[in-house]
């Protein structure tokens, strides 16, 4: 996803990419050091840090709209979490990584509509 970014020659794209990449490495160094306890939280502070990012950069574009979207969904989804102590975290994970699957596809998705928008003006791309 990185690389598809990076050929794409945005930086609203770029931009995107390296922050679901440091989500990702985030997410994961959580997972293994918080466990279930304090896990909800620091999971949320780090959706809304991500929700404001994106907020701030879709002032200027329509691109990180729907991610803007996703992780207000996801803060929302962990307040219900939080509220009705849900402690089967199997699901928990496995809804949030489908949710998190699906932002990579939009950014890569719109990195290869952007490559090939740019071929056909006749933009060179360098693989």
Known sequence: MIALAQLSRSRLILAAALMLALDWFFSMGWWWTAAADGQVWGIAVKDAFLAAFFWVL?????????????????????????????????????????????????????????IRAMRRRGERVRW
């Open 58 to 114: 879709s002032r200027r574009r329509w691109f990180p709209v729907p991610l803007f979207y996703a992780h207000a969904i996801l803060l929302f989804y962990y307040v219900v979490v939080s509220a009705f102590g849900f402690k089967i975290w199997f699901w928990i994970s496995a809804s949030v990584n489908r949710l998190f699957d699906l932002e990579l596809l939009y950014v890569a998705g719109c990195a290869v509509h952007r």
